[in-house]
């Protein structure tokens, strides 16, 4: 039972560098999310997607893009890699409702020198 | 827009004490759903406990309950019979109902780091 699959878990890139982290889950959860977790801040959603095709803006989307062409994979695109992008990253999903669990791949740890 | 705020960025307590979790939000809305999440050292985020905002009753899970204080907006997580395995950053997360047309996201507090010593 894989539940919500992450990669790569760990990565450093070099400012300017595009880089995808991928995300993937088996349940056929219909809401798909990606989260940033950094010190003293939280979890702030970056984009959220509630179906193939329909993705959304969250709190913090800028310098991040995502698609989601089945129901389930919901990429997150870095198209040039900024030091402020420093940060563990989560993807979510859960079922569309109000049951409100959300169920979280492992994180990526990714470092922007 | 909805806040969560979670005061104590750190707690500490002693095996087998009982501790509580502060947290409160800010809403002009009166169905909600609020939520306590669990993320151990391993970074694995864990479902705690749920509380539907129009049950008066306060959810409990084993060793954990809520006391959900819905005129003050408050939602702390009372942790009983502490263990070293509860030693995890705690987040505190609030969520609008499903109307079937709007999307309802969860919008997380800062976190508690809370440490059980032996």
């Known amino acids: 039972n894989a539940g919500v699959t992450q990669t790569p878990k760990f990565q450093v890139l070099k400012t300017g560098q595009s880089m995808t982290l991928q995300c993937a889950q088996d349940m056929n959860h219909e809401y798909m999310s990606w989260y940033r977790q950094d010190p003293g801040m939280g979890l702030r959603l970056i984009h959220y997607?509630?179906?193939?095709?329909?993705?959304d803006q969250g709190e913090v989307p800028n310098g991040y893009n995502v698609s989601r062409s089945t129901t389930e994979d919901f990429p997150l695109r870095l198209l040039s890699a900024a030091p402020s992008q420093t940060s563990v990253y989560f993807c979510?999903?859960?079922?569309?409702?109000?049951?409100?669990?959300?169920?979280f791949g492992e994180g990526s740890r990714l470092t922007v020198l | 827009a909805q806040t969560v705020t979670q005061s104590q960025p750190e707690m500490s307590v002693q095996e087998a004490e009982t501790v509580t979790l502060s947290c409160t939000y800010d809403t002009s809305e009166s169905n909600y759903y609020l939520f306590w999440y669990k993320q151990p050292p391993s970074r694995q985020m864990i479902l705690v406990i749920r509380q539907e905002a129009y049950k008066q009753q306060n959810a409990t899970e084993n060793r954990f309950s809520v006391n959900f204080q819905k005129a003050a907006k408050s939602f702390s997580l009372k942790i009983s019979d502490s263990q070293l395995g509860d030693t995890a950053m705690y987040f505190c997360a609030f969520m609008h109902p499903y109307y079937g047309g709007a999307t309802n996201k969860l919008i997380f507090g800062t976190g508690t780091l809370l440490a059980v010593q032996p």
């Open positions: 997607s509630v179906g193939a095709g329909i993705t």
């Open positions: 979510a999903s859960r079922r569309q409702g109000n049951t409100g669990e959300l169920f």
